[in-house]
């Protein structure tokens, strides 16, 4: 039956109020957004939806599966509820068990309480009535006890003539100072009394006897120390002056610290118990009479307190009397660790473990005197001294046995070359033995001591975060290197030979390769804890070092070629520039020449035995076209010359710079090699200007390569510079230009075996200059025949495979 509009109206408006009430608490809103109904654990889980999805996405076994899991589930969820249910019971009932005991003892409690507080309500009213009782009583009792106090006090008093003159008898002068301290104070304030001024007059006059006494203690030589100390403080509670008792206890201590300091002693133990206790002693009871300021208020009343003056004048008289013993003691320990002329591990090990020692004494039986007389700064000096006396003389055995090792370079016979060819092997392996041993010396018998040393090292660190010791290590090492590298430089020699400087200049190259940086990573190594990783400040110290050894095996170098070049540079002037040189027609190369390329040769052959040099595939191979141009040059003898092949023929045309053929003037001679025209053929001379115009800027002073060929290319820079300036000077007439072409065609032909291929065009240049320099100031520059040149030149070169040159 249907519902009536009215019905359906009022059912309509029931309805939108459910649904604005269920909007308005946000309940529909939260379960629209959280419907889940496939969802089999959620509230709006629908059966049917989920039991139709499964028929159409699994099949039977699919289904029958699922209903074996959901079978399971339901046995576990209701295990866990029943589960839930049993702990929840088991809860419930042990909380009741609770709640029922808490209610039987609060009843209890309750009975308790009220017996408490009537016992507490008894305990007061008899305390009233015993108070009342007894108050009356209290009053008298305590004046009766201040009087009773007082008669005692009274008592001692008239007691205490009789009390001195036992303890005067009996020597208890303490006990006789602490009986008159205790009434000094009551006699003073009863002086006024006839009765207390008599007492007082008899225990003064005790007093002064038991206090001469005293005083005898004190000065006597023959009393202990803590007799005298005691005696001291005896004195400074009868209020003596406080200056006098300190000069007393000085003048009396030191009398017996003469005794003390002057003894010989036979072992550090000694000196340790008996010599540096009873410093430590005197001192420790002089700064507890005197230098101490008293904080206790009853040995404030006592004892005359020092104001701060007072206390550093009493410092002072204590340390200028105490000085002299305490330098004794340090010359005594001295003594002991007094380092040998020859160092011998063992007893350096005992000086070590002696030092060690007497550290660890001082700092235990020496505090008061680290305090007052500041000892701790003398034996850090005292180790410090010794530590650097060991190391300087550890690190001198190096350049004492260099200096020997060194002075065996003159059994070498280098001063010719049937020398350097007789001693060669041996000089290399001199080389190789003094680096070895130089490295084996410094590491083993300079630094393996050191390791035991570094036990009793002083650990005072600086800014830097280094301990003196490793300052100590590190300068002393700096100064061995420096003197090391003095005595290879031989510095002191006035006139060094040239086999001393080659060969200090290899062991300087070899040190700073490998011996510098092996010993300074051995030393890092040795100071830091953290291994295989130098020390920035060591590393620093290595570099500086192998900087220096460098460029001294540079200056070596250099300095035996700027001598050599100084030497015949001034042969050279002599020959050319004598006031009488020879009127005939030149038939030989100059003798300076041949005087300067045997040295040249000397020189190459003592550097490849001190030097040697890896062995080039290619020497011995035939040398080819270009090359043999370069250093030979090519001609055509034409004009007046010989027609045909012979000495120094080339063809007219060469690709070098130097070399190219100009246009020749029919009937003069030509000229030879790289010159041919010899200072007059204007075509050279402007190609070679040019060639200069671009060509790098040469240094002739420039370092000199540690090479064979290096320091001979470096020597002949200088040499040809030289030619070329006397050349300059010279006033030529025609034999002296004649001479100059033998010689500069003979320097063409000799001079390249011993330079460069960075060197060769220069000093193409150069040959070309000096041609040109000399036409220029010839009277007469006639250029000597082709033919007579090539025999004179013939006389001075080898065989070159049967080639003629």
């Not at 303890?167 to 006990?175: F, I, M, P, V």
């Amino acid at each position: 039956m249907n519902a009536s509009p009215p019905d359906r109206q009022k059912n309509g408006r029931s309805r939108d109020r459910n649904i604005n009430l269920l909007k308005y608490y946000g309940i529909g809103a939260a379960k629209a957004e959280a419907r889940r109904p496939l969802d089999i654990d959620g509230d709006t889980f629908e059966p049917n939806k989920y039991f139709a999805r499964l028929l159409k996405e699994k099949s039977l076994n699919g289904l029958v599966k699922r209903d074996n899991e959901l079978v399971t589930e339901i046995r576990e969820i209701d295990g866990d509820m029943k589960t839930l249910v049993y702990e929840n019971y088991s809860k419930f009932i042990s909380a009741t068990d609770t709640i029922r005991k808490m209610k039987s003892n609060v009843e209890s409690m309750e009975s308790e309480m009220a017996n408490l507080n009537g016992n507490m309500n008894g305990i007061s009213q008899q305390c009233t009535e015993i108070i009342d009782a007894l108050g009356p009583n209290r009053d008298k009792i305590r004046r009766l006890t201040n009087v009773h106090n007082l008669l005692k006090r009274l008592q001692f008093i008239f007691d205490l003539p009789n009390r001195l003159n036992r303890c005067l008898s009996t020597g208890q002068y303490a006990q006789a100072v602490k009986y008159y301290s205790r009434a000094t104070r009551l006699l003073n304030h009863y002086q006024h009394l006839s009765a207390f001024k008599g007492i007082e007059r008899d225990c003064d006059t005790i007093m002064g006897k038991i206090k001469t006494k005293i005083w005898e203690d004190a000065r006597n030589p023959e009393s202990s120390l803590d007799k005298v100390t005691s005696s001291m403080k005896l004195l400074q509670v009868l209020q003596e002056d406080p200056r006098k008792l300190w000069k007393e206890y000085i003048q009396v201590q030191v009398a017996c610290l003469d005794n003390i300091t002057n003894k010989k002693y036979d072992t550090i133990e000694e000196l340790d118990s008996n010599c540096l206790v009873f410093l430590n002693n005197t001192v420790e009871q002089f700064e507890t009479l005197f230098l101490t300021v008293l904080t206790n208020e009853e040995e404030v009343d006592k004892v005359k307190s020092l104001d701060d003056n007072d206390i550093r004048e009493a410092k002072s008289d204590l340390v200028q009397a105490m000085i002299p013993h305490v330098d004794r003691f340090f010359e005594k320990v001295s003594g002991y660790i007094s380092l040998p002329s020859v160092m011998d591990r063992d007893q350096l090990l005992s000086q070590i473990r002696v030092l060690s020692g007497l550290r660890e004494s001082l700092s235990t039986h020496g505090q008061a005197l680290a305090r007052v007389m500041g000892t701790t700064e003398r034996m850090n000096e005292l180790t410090a001294n010794w530590e650097g006396t060991l190391i300087d003389g550890l690190m001198s055995t190096t350049t004492e046995k260099m200096k020997e090792r060194l002075n065996r370079l003159d059994e070498f016979k280098l001063n010719s070359l049937q020398g350097i060819a007789e001693y060669r092997d041996a000089l290399g392996e001199f080389i190789i033995e003094t680096d070895t041993w130089l490295v084996q010396h410094i590491q083993n018998s300079c630094l393996e001591p050191l390791h035991d040393l570094m036990t009793v090292a002083t650990s005072t660190k600086t800014d830097g975060g280094q301990s003196q010791f490793t300052i100590r290590v590190r300068e002393s090492l700096r100064k061995m290197w420096q003197d090391v590298l003095e005595i290879i430089a031989d510095t002191n020699e006035i006139d060094r030979s040239a086999p001393k400087l080659i060969v200090g200049s290899r062991l300087c190259y070899d040190l700073a390769e490998q011996g510098i940086p092996q010993i300074y990573a051995n030393v890092s190594k040795s100071l830091n804890s953290s291994e295989g990783v130098m020390d920035q400040i060591i590393g620093a110290d290595a570099q500086v070092m192998v900087d220096q050894f460098t460029r001294k095996g540079q200056s070596l170098l250099d300095e035996e070629t700027m001598e050599e070049g100084y030497t015949l540079s001034s042969s050279i002037e002599k020959e050319y520039l004598a006031p009488h040189r020879a009127i005939d027609a030149p038939t030989q190369v100059s003798k300076v020449w041949q005087i300067m390329f045997d040295r040249v040769n000397y020189l190459e052959q003592l550097m490849e035995s001190v030097y040697p040099q890896p062995t080039s595939p290619d020497i011995g191979a035939e040398t080819s076209d270009t090359e043999y141009e370069l250093r030979f040059g090519s001609g055509s003898a034409t004009g007046g010359g010989t027609g045909g092949e012979g000495l120094y023929t080339r063809p007219t045309q060469s690709s070098h710079s130097l070399t190219t053929a100009s246009s020749e003037t029919p009937g003069e001679p030509s000229g030879l090699g790289i010159m041919p025209k010899f200072g007059y053929d204007m075509t050279v001379n402007m190609m070679s200007n040019i060639d200069k115009l671009f060509a790098d800027r040469i240094d002739i002073y420039r370092h000199v390569e540690p090479t064979p060929l290096g320091v001979c290319t470096g020597l002949l820079r200088i040499l040809l510079k030289a030619f070329h300036e006397t050349v300059r000077q010279m006033r030529l007439k025609q034999n002296d230009y004649q001479q100059l072409q033998i010689d500069s065609e003979y320097l063409r032909l000799v001079l390249w075996s011993y330079t460069n291929q960075k060197d060769n065009k220069w000093m193409s240049n150069m040959l070309q200059e000096i041609v040109s320099s000399a036409y220029m100031r010839c009277e007469i520059p006639t250029p000597m025949d082709s033919e007579e040149l090539e025999m004179i030149l013939s006389k001075y070169m080898p065989n070159n495979n049967n080639q003629t040159i």
